[in-house]
């Protein structure tokens, strides 16, 4: 059985995946009973989006494809602390929990432009949402993206 570190690793190697497909270094999963159901990299540049970080993709993908008690179940794993947009997508689409690499913090300290420095577990527990977020885990492998890329 793959562990929420083996996880957290392939959403980084997805993150670099998105930069080498000219985007910017974001990646990310979802896991039900232990089985990699869906992936997805951001393509926020390649798409001329806004929205398409790969959590924002993902919970929108759940919502639609996923049952109620599967969405409960599920497991996110993220290259990055999920931002405020996806945090709220994350709330609507009901997922059971979030596991990242990067804190927000830690992006915000590398990056010259914006970063909305908005913790996801607030987010989530402002909304009211039941999302149990866990983070970072293995930062400093996430970092080493961000930091070639920024
Ligand atoms: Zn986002």
Do not use: Q
Not at 60 to 74: I, K, Q, T, V, Y
Not at 100 to 121: F, G, K, N, T
């Amino acid at each position: 059985m793959a562990t929420d570190e083996d996880y957290v690793r392939d959403a980084i190697d997805i993150s670099r995946l998105a930069v080498e497909h000219g985007n910017t270094p974001f990646g990310s999963l979802l896991v039900v009973d232990d089985s990699v159901v869906r992936t997805a990299e951001n393509t926020t540049r390649t798409d001329d989006d806004i929205a398409a970080h790969p959590e924002f993709k993902l919970a929108r993908w759940a919502a639609s494809e996923l049952e109620a008690s599967e969405r409960e179940s599920c497991v996110m794993y993220t290259s990055t602390e999920p931002c405020p947009m996806c945090a709220s997508a994350i709330v609507y689409a009901g997922l059971g929990r979030v596991v990242y690499s990067v804190s927000v913090d830690s992006l915000a300290a590398l990056r010259e432009d914006s970063v909305i420095e908005i913790p996801c577990e607030e987010v989530i527990e402002r909304s009211g949402g039941s999302t149990t977020v866990e983070g970072p885990v293995l930062e400093d492998e996430g970092l080493t993206v961000h930091e070639a890329f920024y």
